[in-house]
Protein backbone atom coordinates (compact mmCIF):
# COMPACT_ATOMS: atom_id res chain seq x y z
CA UNK A 1 0.00 0.00 0.00
CA UNK A 2 1.29 3.43 -0.53
CA UNK A 3 1.95 5.91 1.60
CA UNK A 4 -0.58 8.62 1.98
CA UNK A 5 1.19 11.88 2.20
CA UNK A 6 -0.33 14.13 4.83
CA UNK A 7 0.57 18.22 4.95
CA UNK A 8 0.07 21.25 7.08
CA UNK A 9 -3.79 23.11 6.31
CA UNK A 10 -3.59 26.71 4.77
CA UNK A 11 -4.28 29.22 7.53
CA UNK A 12 -5.92 32.27 6.91
CA UNK A 13 -5.40 35.02 9.77
CA UNK A 14 -8.33 37.59 9.69
CA UNK A 15 -7.07 40.61 10.40
CA UNK A 16 -10.88 42.52 10.90
CA UNK A 17 -12.27 39.10 11.72
CA UNK A 18 -16.03 39.92 11.06
CA UNK A 19 -15.69 42.05 7.28
CA UNK A 20 -12.72 39.26 6.64
CA UNK A 21 -14.99 36.41 7.04
CA UNK A 22 -17.97 37.60 6.03
CA UNK A 23 -16.11 38.55 2.74
CA UNK A 24 -14.11 34.95 2.43
CA UNK A 25 -17.57 32.91 2.86
CA UNK A 26 -19.14 35.29 0.19
CA UNK A 27 -16.14 34.16 -2.35
CA UNK A 28 -16.40 30.64 -1.04
CA UNK A 29 -20.28 30.11 -1.75
CA UNK A 30 -19.52 31.93 -5.23
CA UNK A 31 -16.90 29.59 -6.01
CA UNK A 32 -17.97 27.03 -8.41
CA UNK A 33 -15.39 24.45 -8.16
CA UNK A 34 -17.61 21.69 -9.51
CA UNK A 35 -16.35 22.48 -13.14
CA UNK A 36 -12.77 21.85 -11.65
CA UNK A 37 -14.25 18.39 -10.37
CA UNK A 38 -15.38 16.88 -13.76
CA UNK A 39 -12.41 15.21 -14.61
CA UNK A 40 -12.18 13.90 -11.25
CA UNK A 41 -15.81 13.03 -11.24
CA UNK A 42 -15.62 10.85 -14.36
CA UNK A 43 -12.81 8.65 -12.93
CA UNK A 44 -14.86 8.26 -9.46
CA UNK A 45 -12.56 10.71 -7.37
CA UNK A 46 -13.73 13.61 -5.82
CA UNK A 47 -11.74 16.19 -3.64
CA UNK A 48 -13.54 18.99 -1.09
CA UNK A 49 -12.47 22.22 0.62
CA UNK A 50 -13.33 22.02 4.51
CA UNK A 51 -12.71 25.70 6.02
CA UNK A 52 -13.11 26.14 9.49
CA UNK A 53 -13.52 29.42 11.38
CA UNK A 54 -12.31 29.96 14.88
CA UNK A 55 -14.13 33.25 16.26
CA UNK A 56 -13.75 31.83 19.81
CA UNK A 57 -11.40 33.94 22.31
CA UNK A 58 -8.82 31.31 22.68
CA UNK A 59 -6.75 28.10 20.75
CA UNK A 60 -8.64 25.20 20.60
CA UNK A 61 -7.33 21.72 20.48
CA UNK A 62 -8.44 19.05 18.39
CA UNK A 63 -10.12 16.22 20.45
CA UNK A 64 -11.25 13.55 17.42
CA UNK A 65 -11.27 13.49 13.94
CA UNK A 66 -13.40 10.17 12.10
CA UNK A 67 -13.74 9.61 8.31
CA UNK A 68 -16.35 7.38 7.27
CA UNK A 69 -15.60 7.70 3.29
CA UNK A 70 -12.66 9.64 2.20
CA UNK A 71 -9.10 10.88 3.63
CA UNK A 72 -7.73 13.92 5.01
CA UNK A 73 -4.88 15.75 2.43
CA UNK A 74 -4.04 17.57 5.55
CA UNK A 75 -3.01 17.51 9.42
CA UNK A 76 -5.28 18.88 11.93
CA UNK A 77 -3.36 21.20 14.64
CA UNK A 78 -4.98 22.87 17.11
CA UNK A 79 -6.93 26.32 15.94
CA UNK A 80 -5.64 29.15 16.78
CA UNK A 81 -8.91 32.30 17.43
CA UNK A 82 -9.63 34.79 14.12
CA UNK A 83 -8.18 32.48 12.04
CA UNK A 84 -9.38 30.40 8.90
CA UNK A 85 -7.90 26.64 8.43
CA UNK A 86 -8.52 25.11 4.52
CA UNK A 87 -8.72 21.68 4.82
CA UNK A 88 -8.52 19.37 2.23
CA UNK A 89 -10.35 15.80 1.60
CA UNK A 90 -10.17 13.16 -1.09
CA UNK A 91 -12.50 10.52 -1.40
CA UNK A 92 -13.79 8.17 -4.24
CA UNK A 93 -17.45 7.57 -5.68
CA UNK A 94 -20.31 6.49 -4.67
CA UNK A 95 -18.65 6.92 -1.25
CA UNK A 96 -16.83 10.14 -1.58
CA UNK A 97 -16.25 12.63 1.16
CA UNK A 98 -18.03 11.73 4.82
CA UNK A 99 -15.91 12.76 7.82
CA UNK A 100 -16.43 14.70 11.13
CA UNK A 101 -14.24 16.56 13.69
CA UNK A 102 -14.69 17.77 17.34
CA UNK A 103 -12.25 20.50 18.88
CA UNK A 104 -12.14 21.72 22.38
CA UNK A 105 -11.02 25.00 24.94
CA UNK A 106 -9.73 21.48 27.13
CA UNK A 107 -10.04 18.24 28.91
CA UNK A 108 -11.86 19.24 31.83
CA UNK A 109 -15.38 19.71 32.60
CA UNK A 110 -16.12 23.21 32.43
CA UNK A 111 -14.32 23.32 29.04
CA UNK A 112 -16.50 23.13 25.95
CA UNK A 113 -16.44 20.82 22.47
CA UNK A 114 -17.76 21.82 19.15
CA UNK A 115 -18.52 18.74 16.99
CA UNK A 116 -18.78 18.61 13.02
CA UNK A 117 -20.04 16.74 10.60
CA UNK A 118 -20.57 16.26 6.38
CA UNK A 119 -21.67 14.35 3.96
CA UNK A 120 -20.30 15.61 0.86
CA UNK A 121 -22.38 13.36 -1.34
CA UNK A 122 -25.22 13.91 0.34
CA UNK A 123 -24.79 17.27 0.42
CA UNK A 124 -25.94 17.27 4.47
CA UNK A 125 -23.76 18.69 7.31
CA UNK A 126 -24.58 18.29 10.97
CA UNK A 127 -23.40 20.02 14.43
CA UNK A 128 -23.51 20.78 17.86
CA UNK A 129 -21.48 22.03 20.81
CA UNK A 130 -21.45 21.84 24.63
CA UNK A 131 -19.16 20.70 27.68
CA UNK A 132 -16.52 18.63 26.62
CA UNK A 133 -16.10 14.41 26.58
CA UNK A 134 -15.66 11.87 24.08
CA UNK A 135 -17.78 11.91 20.83
CA UNK A 136 -20.50 9.18 19.98
CA UNK A 137 -19.48 9.10 16.31
CA UNK A 138 -22.34 6.30 15.53
CA UNK A 139 -24.82 9.06 17.14
CA UNK A 140 -23.47 12.24 14.94
CA UNK A 141 -23.62 9.83 12.06
CA UNK A 142 -27.36 9.25 12.66
CA UNK A 143 -27.88 12.68 13.18
CA UNK A 144 -26.10 13.98 10.09
CA UNK A 145 -28.05 11.04 7.79
CA UNK A 146 -31.00 13.22 8.79
CA UNK A 147 -29.79 16.82 8.64
CA UNK A 148 -29.68 19.28 5.65
CA UNK A 149 -27.22 21.19 3.98
CA UNK A 150 -27.06 24.08 6.64
CA UNK A 151 -27.17 23.71 10.23
CA UNK A 152 -26.91 26.30 13.59
CA UNK A 153 -26.31 24.99 17.22
CA UNK A 154 -26.04 27.47 19.71
CA UNK A 155 -25.09 25.71 23.07
CA UNK A 156 -27.43 27.09 26.02
CA UNK A 157 -25.54 26.33 28.92
CA UNK A 158 -21.94 27.70 27.56
CA UNK A 159 -23.20 29.73 25.13
CA UNK A 160 -20.62 28.21 22.18
CA UNK A 161 -22.16 28.78 19.00
CA UNK A 162 -21.51 26.65 15.72
CA UNK A 163 -22.70 26.82 12.17
CA UNK A 164 -21.77 24.31 9.41
CA UNK A 165 -22.77 23.62 5.81
CA UNK A 166 -22.49 22.31 2.29
CA UNK A 167 -22.18 25.10 -0.28
CA UNK A 168 -20.86 23.52 -3.60
CA UNK A 169 -17.29 22.24 -2.76
CA UNK A 170 -16.93 23.42 0.06
CA UNK A 171 -17.84 21.86 3.89
CA UNK A 172 -17.91 25.22 5.53
CA UNK A 173 -17.83 25.07 9.57
CA UNK A 174 -17.73 28.65 11.92
CA UNK A 175 -16.92 28.40 15.76
CA UNK A 176 -17.63 31.35 18.23
Known sequence: MAEIEVSE???????????DYEKMIKELEAKVQAAA????????SIEVTSPLTNFTKTVL???DVKFWAGRSIHSFPDLKNNTTYLFGQRGTL?????WGYSYATGKESTDRKWVAAFDYVA???YCECGPTGPVDWNVVADKLSKSESKMEYVDPIFGGRIVARVAGDQLISTLW
Not at 94 to 98: L, Q, Y
Open 123 to 125: GKA
Open 61 to 63: TKL
Open 37 to 44: NVDGIRSG
Open 9 to 19: PKMLVLENPEA
Open 94 to 98: PEGVK
